[in-house]
């Protein structure tokens, strides 16, 4: 079984992903998401476990299902 820290790095990676593919910083990411700037950077370093409700503001933010966040999870061994 895989740790939950090994899940919130995983999380942490894909949201770094698919942020710097649409070109967002950090900055715009957290604006778009109605989050805090330094929350997003601690999502990213994997040093936050998120609520449901802030997983939805940043696929909302980020312009992607859910689902997307969670891309190729199962398949990383969890």
């Known amino acids: 079984m895989v740790s939950d820290s090994q899940i919130l790095i995983f999380f942490g990676d894909r949201v ?3 942020r710097k593919e649409k070109n967002f910083s950090q900055e715009e990411l957290a604006h778009r ?3 805090h700037r330094t929350y997003i950077g601690m999502i990213e370093r994997a040093e936050k476990n998120l609520t449901l409700l802030n997983i939805k503001r940043i696929a909302i933010a980020l312009e992607v299902k ?12 969890t």
Do not use: Y
């Open 66 to 77: 859910i689902s997307e966040l969670f891309k190729d999870l199962e398949e990383n061994g």
């Open 33 to 35: 998401a109605e989050l």
């Open 16 to 18: 770094r992903k698919l």
